[in-house]
């Protein structure tokens, strides 16, 4: 998960106090709380039997964050619509970043292993789940390029998924910012590039009904607590369509920024067109 850096000239609308609220936002974010310190728990002892008898693989406590997921939108009443399937070639996941909520749509879909930067380790609450999670966390600077590609070589021998959001920052949830190349570089090492993929994947929200189209989109000064707060409180809520496209085989592409504007062409082709309204950016 990203800082939202990316910004509009358009403010989103004010949150308005709506009934109920602070109710639902209860009956919600209690059981939501509970799953995910229960799980938690389980997949750190899940975890320590993996290290005696399976190593770094995570075969059995990967299954957590997805039932999380699943279950976190059920509660939330966020209607979960799926297009393709999760490709079954060892390699990597990239999709557009418009929220928070991101993580639990991408893990619900499918059993992968988020790549984020490295202050997120550091943050309260979300850094311990994360690295429990197996977040691989890099630092942005060229000079850790060769420990990112042992490291990104190391997991995908495994088995592991890896899934990053080229854009490097959250947006409105009605746009795709310009993908940027310096993560695919990796996978054009030789020791990966004959067998590894890219799978292209859409995350397109619709508001709930009466709101503004980019009711959960995360970007510019906006606040985590807030944000999370404002959708919880939600009297209605909207849903979220997932496309996978084709994956792209590395060996067929000439480099890194090839396959960073083929998988933005393709992340793109899975959203409508963005409203007139909002294209003031």
């Given at each position: 998960?990203?800082?939202?850096?990316?910004?509009?000239?358009?403010?989103?609308?004010?949150?308005?106090?709506?009934?109920?609220?602070?109710?639902?936002?209860?009956?919600?974010?209690?059981?939501?709380?509970?799953?995910?310190?229960?799980?938690?728990?389980?997949?750190?002892?899940?975890?320590?039997?993996?290290?005696?008898?399976?190593?770094?693989?995570?075969?059995?406590?990967?299954?957590?964050?997805?039932?999380?997921?699943?279950n976190a939108l059920r509660l939330l009443g966020i209607g979960l619509e799926v297009?393709?399937?999760?490709?079954?070639?060892?390699?990597?996941?990239?999709?557009?970043?418009?929220?928070?909520?991101?993580?639990?749509?991408?893990?619900?879909?499918?059993?992968?292993?988020?790549?984020?930067?490295?202050?997120?380790?550091?943050?309260?609450?979300?850094?311990?789940?994360?690295?429990?999670?197996?977040?691989?966390?890099?630092?942005?600077?060229?000079?850790?390029?060769?420990?990112?590609?042992?490291?990104?070589?190391?997991?995908?021998?495994?088995?592991?998924?890896?899934?990053?959001?080229?854009?490097?920052?959250?947006?409105?949830?009605?746009?795709?910012?310009?993908?940027?190349?310096?993560?695919?570089?990796?996978?054009?090492?030789?020791?990966?590039?004959?067998?590894?993929?890219?799978?292209?994947?859409?995350?397109?929200?619709?508001?709930?009904?009466?709101?503004?189209?980019?009711?959960?989109?995360?970007?510019?000064?906006?606040?985590?607590?807030?944000?999370?707060?404002?959708?919880?409180?939600?009297?209605?809520?909207?849903?979220?369509?997932?496309?996978?496209?084709?994956?792209?085989?590395?060996?067929?592409?000439?480099?890194?920024?090839?396959?960073?504007?083929?998988?933005?062409?393709?992340?793109?082709?899975?959203?409508?067109?963005?409203?007139?309204?909002?294209?003031?950016?």
């Amino acid at each position: 998960m990203s800082d939202p850096m990316w910004d509009s000239k358009i403010p989103p609308a004010e949150v308005t106090p709506v009934a109920g609220g602070t109710w639902r936002m209860v009956r919600r974010g209690v059981p939501i709380l509970v799953m995910i310190v229960l799980c938690l728990v389980l997949m750190m002892l899940t975890r320590a039997v993996e290290r005696l008898f399976k190593g770094a693989r995570r075969p059995w406590s990967s299954v957590f964050p997805r039932f999380v997921s699943r279950n976190a939108l059920r509660l939330l009443g966020i209607g979960l619509e799926v297009t393709g399937q999760p490709m079954r070639h060892h390699g990597a996941v990239v999709a557009n970043h418009s929220a928070w909520l991101d993580i639990f749509v991408l893990n619900a879909v499918q059993r992968i292993f988020f790549v984020s930067k490295a202050e997120v380790a550091n943050w309260a609450g979300i850094g311990p789940m994360a690295k429990a999670a197996g977040t691989v966390f890099i630092k942005r600077d060229r000079k850790d390029a060769a420990v990112q590609k042992q490291m990104f070589e190391e997991r995908l021998h495994m088995g592991h998924k890896l899934l990053f959001f080229p854009e490097g920052t959250s947006s409105d949830g009605l746009r795709v910012l310009p993908f940027k190349p310096t993560l695919f570089a990796a996978f054009f090492a030789p020791e990966l590039r004959d067998e590894v993929y890219v799978q292209p994947v859409s995350v397109a929200y619709v508001a709930p009904t009466g709101e503004e189209p980019r009711f959960y989109g995360w970007w510019g000064n906006m606040e985590f607590v807030p944000s999370l707060i404002k959708v919880f409180k939600a009297p209605r809520q909207g849903h979220v369509h997932v496309t996978f496209h084709d994956p792209i085989a590395v060996a067929d592409v000439d480099d890194r920024k090839e396959m960073a504007r083929l998988c933005e062409q393709a992340v793109r082709s899975g959203l409508p067109e963005t409203p007139k309204e909002y294209l003031d950016v």
